[in-house]
């Protein structure tokens, strides 16, 4: 659980430094229509956050809370995740991470084992939330490395 934690605590460094250096023009590049960017990944990232905090409070707070999900590509296309400022969002995201860690630190093993339903009967366990959130940055930062390499190629 020790591991687990520093590795949620430490996703923050790893987002920032995976778009720290790029231009503007790589951040923008899409790999092909309707793939998104560095810097729409980075909302999305945010976005997700911003939900999954929720959740895992309610889960942590509430007797087998309902929990829900969000359409990833109906916001990105209609909250205008192009014009959103990036900076605003890593710092965003920075601020969730950072306020939960008081709450991770002083778990419970049964807190751990805590229970959310989402509407299609999936239940999941605090434990597993948590486990979906690094697994959640480390699939983005591997569609990150993608996205540049296409970049690098598309250039050539
Ligand atoms: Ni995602």
Same mark, same amino acid.
Request: proline fraction near 4%; charge should be negative; avoid cysteine.
């Given at each position: 659980?020790k591991k687990?934690i520093e590795q949620y605590s430490r996703?923050?460094?790893?987002?920032?430094?995976?778009?720290?250096?790029?231009?503007?023009?790589? #951040?923008?590049?899409?790999?092909?229509?309707?793939?998104?960017?560095? &810097?729409?990944?980075?909302? &999305?990232?945010?976005?997700?956050?911003?939900?999954?905090?929720?959740?895992?409070?309610?889960?942590?707070?509430?007797?087998?809370?309902?929990?829900?999900?969000?359409?990833?590509?109906?916001?990105?296309?209609? #909250?205008?995740?192009?014009?959103?400022?990036?900076?605003? &969002?890593?710092?965003?995201?920075?601020? #969730?991470?950072?306020?939960?860690?008081?709450?991770?630190?002083?778990?419970?093993?049964?807190?751990?084992?805590?229970?959310?339903?989402?509407?299609?009967?999936?239940?999941?366990?605090?434990?597993?939330?948590?486990?979906?959130?690094?697994?959640?940055?480390?699939?983005?930062?591997?569609?990150?490395?993608?996205?540049?390499?296409?970049?690098?190629?598309?250039?050539?």
């Amino acid at each position: 659980m020790k591991k687990m934690i520093e590795q949620y605590s430490r996703d923050y460094a790893l987002l920032r430094e995976a778009v720290e250096g790029l231009s503007e023009e790589e #951040l923008r590049f899409q790999p092909t229509p309707g793939k998104w960017s560095i &810097h729409q990944i980075v909302i &999305h990232v945010t976005d997700s956050e911003i939900l999954a905090t929720h959740r895992m409070k309610k889960v942590l707070a509430e007797e087998e809370p309902l929990l829900l999900s969000f359409d990833q590509e109906a916001w990105a296309d209609n #909250l205008g995740y192009e014009r959103l400022d990036r900076e605003q &969002h890593l710092l965003l995201f920075q601020m #969730l991470r950072a306020s939960m860690l008081p709450l991770l630190e002083n778990l419970n093993p049964e807190q751990l084992e805590r229970v959310g339903e989402y509407p299609d009967g999936a239940r999941y366990t605090f434990k597993e939330l948590l486990e979906f959130r690094v697994q959640h940055v480390r699939d983005h930062l591997a569609q990150i490395g993608r996205v540049r390499q296409a970049y690098r190629e598309n250039r050539v």
